[in-house]
């Protein structure tokens, strides 16, 4: 199944799950039918993980842009000449794929990451009815093997505490939760989590971060509730906004005592 077949695919992912958390149903409902657009970052992201994953891949699919200046004549013909032989490949700078090719031998040189990594099927994507509610859900998992699911994710800072801050304010407990279920729907065993971060600039440091009992759990609780808000609104067919809310303020935002 390709990327894009399986984004087709309506079933529900924690994307727009967390869309649903964050936002609203509103939001959850626009967001699955206006699929997020393409940007530097979503590119880069998915060229790394195919460098890692899939290196054969990478190699036929992308292709090292010129250096030109296109304020010229000649800059502009080669540009052009570079576009019209690129075909299905995509193009990517000479910065971006030494910062990947930086990232990947990191990867490699990590015993242990690429321990984990090795003999992994990638980017496997999985669908299975949720037990609860019977919403069909999907995943598509980075990298599996032996009960062990990894998921590689890019980093300004990969310290455990940033991590960790980022983790609960992106919901990767809720991915983790997610991805655990749809495996153990696929393959009838409950997996173990690792996450593999790697820094975006030199020296490429990682680490490697393993979902204990209570990140999964967190994130279980916090899925469940935003299974039972989405059957609801689908059962429904209702998709409302932020609704009706009072104001109120915490004790440190109100105003002092001595100043009423």
Request: aromatic letters at 12%; one cysteine or more; proline letters at 4%.
């Amino acid at each position: 199944m390709t990327e894009q077949e399986y984004r087709q695919n309506p079933a529900v992912n924690k994307s727009t799950l967390w869309v649903l958390w964050k936002k609203s149903p509103m939001h959850y409902k626009y967001a699955l039918e206006n699929p997020q657009e393409d940007t530097p970052a979503l590119r880069f992201g998915r060229a790394f993980h195919m460098a890692v994953l899939q290196p054969e891949e990478f190699e036929r699919n992308y292709v090292i842009a010129p250096d030109l200046d296109r304020r010229t004549k000649s800059g502009r013909e080669e540009w052009q000449a570079f576009i019209d032989n690129l075909g299905d490949r995509e193009q990517i700078s000479r910065d971006d794929y030494d910062t990947i090719m930086g990232m990947l031998d990191a990867i490699h040189a990590r015993k242990k990451a690429a321990a984990l990594l090795e003999g992994c099927e990638t980017e496997t994507p999985l669908f299975w009815a949720d037990e609860r509610t019977g919403i069909e859900c999907k995943c598509r998992l980075d990298a599996h093997k032996a009960g062990v699911v990894i998921d590689l994710k890019t980093c300004i800072d990969a310290s455990t505490s940033a991590f960790k801050r980022n983790a609960l304010a992106l919901g990767y407990d809720v991915q983790a939760a997610h991805y655990i279920r749809g495996y153990k729907a696929n393959y009838g065993i409950t997996p173990e989590f690792y996450f593999i971060a790697v820094e975006k600039s030199k020296p490429y440091a990682i680490n490697i971060i393993h979902a204990s009992e209570s990140f999964v759990d967190r994130g279980t609780y916090t899925l469940l509730e935003l299974m039972d808000k989405l059957d609801k609104c689908m059962k429904n067919n209702y998709w409302g906004d932020y609704g009706e809310t009072e104001l109120i303020l915490n004790e440190w935002e109100a105003l002092p005592d001595d100043e009423c």
